[in-house]
């Protein structure tokens, strides 16, 4: 019948995407114990391909945390909440013309470039600030030591093409 | 607000926030992903690490298993068995036999030393390393024999203790990477009265410098005793350095001297002590512990006896039959000792040693066999809690396990694993640190990062090269096995459609490679999936192979020997006692029996002669091993250079 083949294909995809969640968790979980350092749930759901903002993430952990938070996730709370994630398809990640169009927000004289100060500002004081390493890192990939300007069109391609 | 305001204006709008909280989010899901690259190349490594230690365990047993069968040895060469079992050390004729006879040319230009040493020996040896200059044969020799005999006063472990005006520096795995040691020194001070340092194990093999790192500590050990204490790591063991690199660096540097250098250097390592207490508090071992590890035993073993970890121990009754030929442990029959039985350590006392120098910490309780090294334990926070109350200390400090933020606390802050060996899998791929211990067990952690550029490079770069250094030796590894992958993706591939399921290509890997790495998100890396999510399973083999020395010779020998490449290296560099470099056509096909026979393999004899004659190799009747070996080396097709050679030590 068509309906039972469909439930075992769907079933099959379910298995594959768990199991895809259970690797993606076991890399994080140093003491093989089936549990991770909460700090690295945020990479975690990010390396499954979903982009949840900081606030979304931070309801998200409320609902894989123990009831009294002990600092560590578990694996049998975390597959399911995760699994539902991926079947709803929450969070997915933001298209590269979108991407542009926010920097171009940020640039409305529309030079093409953003200058090292003006990124600082926006990104550590706007939205959900970055802490200093975030911030230090997005530099050192968008612009070299001595330049002070980030183009951002061919940031944004080169990030996309290595992501690729 | 108002000072110190910059002159540029923020436009503040529900738009500018918008496209801020976009750029953010973007960014925040790309690093992460750049760190699970990261973290997976690290798994990469380590995964592959620990399963060539199993391998090393496995050679040792072929040696036993091999003394047992191969006649000739024990006829020819009975100081070969001793030198496999531990005995016979070099006297004092032995030192002036060895390094009086030892002249320095007028031509040396690298560093000279005066003796009794100084500080001022310690600045002009690290001065001329730093110019990557080499220190002569004679001075190595006299520093060696000198630290042996220190050493031998000392006790199994060190005892050291902290006071209000000195911090004691704790510093783990180098692994001969100079650069990260000379960091170390220019951060935190050189070793000296005022400045103790304990170095937990580990020094040599993998890097480029273990020998001038080794000539470092011993003279500061001998400049300032006490306060440089050094612990025995499991590379401390002339077997561990047949493969990772140390036996070659040395031969490679001292081409006349070299044999001698490593001689001596067996014993120093055996004298070395096994651990450090400070303040009765902190104990300091290169492993771990195992639930039966007995500190009281450890005190008093005489632990020169054990020459290599990696040898099983003698019976204490040396006529022992040997109905039971594979199991290890027992000495071949007929093989004449030099010694008694005394002279060897029991099982028991042998087993603890290498649990201390193995182990590794783990979150599941209680305490269990090491499987990914072979050797030693994973030990349990349970364990931690009853060996650190019933021996009355606070505190482990181990090594022995790379850390990516060079340090890491477990077990309820009861044990620290430190490793001062950044980028030691490959540049960028973890951070090095060391612990400065206060008066009253207050500790610091420092971390640090050896690199070439006066910056850092952007994190995706870093990511990139550790990523594709790593697939690239995780397909090494795969061609190697090639035989035995396409015959377990065969089994499942019922319909030999030439495709498998995720699931089904996941599970051989595992099953065939025994690593146990997340294949699905590696897969990407590895081979080609069609539209429906099924795996092409032969483009796993499409851009690498093994190149054949000799065209006719068949596949599958061509991937054994490639496979068994390290192990056979090792065995001949032991067989070769007069360290000619050659071994008769006879030694060899004997030899090549047995290994077959103990690794279960299928070649058929014929096939591995005719390969050496046709190899061209010395028409002599005798074959050059090294050039043989050489021979086997994977091309990656999609290199820029048309060979690449692989170094698997």
């Known amino acids: 019948m068509a309906d039972e083949k469909e439930k075992e294909t769907s079933e099959l995809l379910v298995a594959d995407m768990q199991r895809k969640i259970k690797e993606a968790f076991e890399v994080f979980d140093h003491e093989l114990n089936n549990t991770v350092d909460v700090r ?6 990010r390396s499954l391909g979903c982009c949840p903002n900081e606030g979304e993430l931070h309801d998200l952990l409320a609902e894989v945390e123990e009831e009294e938070p002990t600092g560590y996730i578990r694996f049998e709370k975390f597959l399911p909440v995760m699994t539902n994630i991926l079947l709803e398809r929450r969070y997915r990640p933001i298209p590269e013309e979108v991407l542009l ?13 953003l200058s090292k100060e003006e990124l600082i500002k926006y990104m550590t004081e706007e939205g959900e600030p970055f802490s200093q390493e975030e911030m230090e890192e997005m530099l050192s990939a968008a612009i070299g030591p001595e330049s002070n300007f980030i183009h951002y069109r061919d940031y944004i391609t080169m990030m996309v093409i290595d992501e690729n | 607000m108002g000072c110190g305001s910059s002159s540029i204006k923020i436009r503040k709008s529900a738009k500018t926030i918008r496209a801020a909280l976009i750029i953010q989010n973007w960014y925040r899901g790309y690093r992460a992903r ?13 995964s592959i690490e620990y399963a060539d230690e199993q391998g090393q365990l496995q050679l040792s047993n072929f040696f036993s298993f091999m003394l047992e069968n191969y006649v000739h040895i024990q006829e020819k060469d009975p100081t070969l068995v001793n030198r496999l079992f531990g005995c016979a050390p070099l006297d004092d004729r032995g030192r002036q036999e060895c390094v009086g006879i030892i002249e320095i040319p007028d031509s040396y230009i690298g560093p000279r030393l005066q003796f009794p040493l100084n500080s001022n020996s310690l600045n002009v040896m690290i001065e001329a390393f730093k110019q990557q200059q080499i220190l002569h044969a004679y001075y190595v020799l006299e520093i060696l024999f000198e630290t042996k005999e220190a050493m031998k006063q000392m006790p199994n472990f060190n005892h050291i203790r902290t006071c209000p005006t000195k911090e004691i520096t704790i510093c783990g795995d180098l692994h001969g990477k100079l650069e990260d040691l000379l960091l170390i020194f220019t951060k935190n001070g050189l070793p000296s009265g005022y400045n103790p340092y304990v170095f937990n194990g580990d020094f040599v093999d993998r890097g480029k410098c273990s020998i001038e790192i080794l000539m470092i500590l011993f003279v500061s050990f001998l400049l300032y ?22 036996t070659k660096e040395v031969l490679s540097k001292y081409k006349i001297h070299g044999k001698k250098i490593l001689q001596v250097l067996e014993e120093v390592f055996a004298w070395l002590p096994l651990g450090t207490i400070i303040d009765d508090e902190i104990l300091i071992m290169h492993g771990g512990i195992s639930e039966s590890t007995d500190l009281n035993l450890l005190h008093h073993i005489e632990r020169n006896k054990m020459k290599s970890v990696l040898m099983p121990p003698v019976p204490v009754d040396k006529d022992v039959g040997t109905e039971t030929k594979k199991t290890k442990g027992y000495m071949p029959r ?13 099982k028991h006392e042998w087993e603890q040693v290498i649990d201390i120098l193995w182990s590794d910490p783990r979150g599941k309780r209680g305490c269990y066999p090491n499987t990914s090294r072979g050797g030693g334990c994973y030990f349990g926070p349970d364990v931690t809690t009853k060996f650190l109350n019933k021996n009355r200390l606070k505190l482990l400090i181990r090594s022995h396990e790379c850390k990516p933020e060079g340090y890491e606390v477990c077990h309820d802050g009861k044990v620290i694993t430190v490793f001062s060996a950044s980028n030691y899998y490959e540049e960028g791929s973890n951070r090095g640190a060391y612990i400065k211990v206060g008066f009253s067990t207050n500790l610091r952690f420092f971390q640090y990062q050896v690199t070439k550029a006066t910056c850092l490079g952007p994190l995706h770069q870093r990511v990139n090269t550790i990523e594709s250094s790593a697939i690239r030796i995780l397909k090494e590894r795969i061609i190697s096995r090639k035989t035995d992958l396409i015959h377990s993706f065969q089994l499942q591939d019922r319909t030999k459609s030439g495709k498998i399921s995720m699931g089904q290509w996941a599970f051989s890997m595992e099953n065939v490679l025994g690593l146990n790495l997340p294949w699905r998100s590696l897969s990407s890396h590895l081979v080609l999936t069609d539209q429906d999510g099924n795996i092409d399973y032969m483009t796993c083999f499409h851009d690498i192979h093994i190149q054949k020395p000799v065209k006719e010779a068949q596949s599958a020998l061509i991937e054994t020997l490639y496979r068994y490449r390290s192990d056979l290296q090792i065995i001949f560099n032991v067989i070769d006692s007069d360290h000619s470099g050659l071994i008769s056509m006879e030694e060899f096909h004997s030899m090549w029996k047995l290994f077959c026979s103990h690794y279960n393999l ?12 046709r190899m061209d190799l010395n028409k002599d009747g005798s074959i050059d091993f090294n050039e043989f070996l050489k021979a086997f080396y994977v091309v990656h097709q999609l290199d820029n250079l048309h060979k690449s050679k692989t170094q698997l030590a």
């Not at chain 2, 010694?339 to 060897?344: F, K, T, V």
């Open chain 2, 34 to 46: 750049l760190k699970t690259r990261q973290r997976y190349a690290l798994t990469i490594f380590q």
């Open chain 2, 225 to 246: 005793g006490d306060d440089l204490c050094l612990n025995r790591g499991n590379h401390e063991d002339f077997l561990m350095n047949m493969r990772y690199g140390f």
């Open chain 1, 40 to 45: 690295e749930i945020g990479t975690i759901i």
């Open chain 1, 101 to 113: 169009r926010a920097f171009e927000v940020l640039d409305p004289t529309k030079r093409g470039y």
């Open chain 2, 334 to 346: 007929g093989v004449k000792l030099s010694g008694s039985p005394s002279d060897y350590l029991t």
């Open chain 2, 602 to 613: 299928h070649i058929g004899d014929s096939q591995v002669d005719e390969l050496a004659e």
